[in-house]
């Protein structure tokens, strides 16, 4: 049921955040979908991409961990807000907060968007 997969989201993100492995979030992502965020110009696609995009996120930082402040939701989409904090590969400990805006079709997502002041995060080396 579409209605759960902004709980599913938070939960595979969560454990991506927490084990390094993205495939939980790649296999929410449907064939044509597309992914991104205001770091990056790419956009990635399918879930193969899900899995590059979410892969290169969690490798940005040495520890990771973010907090579900709220989700609106409806059938077609959901908009996420959270806040982050992690350290840099080199130590340094950051703080940011976003938004980020799913779309689903059915039981899979269509397309994710994270929306957040990249200059929070200077230094990391986000997305390759």
Request: proline letters at 4%; glycine letters at 8%; aromatic letters at 10%.
């Amino acid at each position: 049921m579409a209605t759960d997969l902004p709980q599913r989201f938070i939960d595979a993100l969560q454990r991506l955040e927490s084990d390094g492995d993205p495939s939980d979030l790649a296999k929410l992502y449907g064939d044509d979908a597309t992914c991104g965020n205001t770091a990056t110009k790419t956009t990635y696609e399918g879930p193969d991409g899900a899995r590059d995009f979410w892969s290169g996120y969690r490798d940005s930082f040495s520890e990771i961990r973010s907090e579900f402040r709220d989700v609106v939701s409806n059938d077609e989409a959901a908009a996420l807000e959270w806040v982050t904090t992690a350290k840099l590969h080199g130590g340094d400990p950051v703080e940011y907060e976003g938004v980020t805006v799913l779309e689903f079709a059915g039981d899979a997502i269509t397309r994710s968007t994270a929306y957040f002041d990249p200059r929070a995060l200077t230094g990391a080396a986000l997305h390759r």
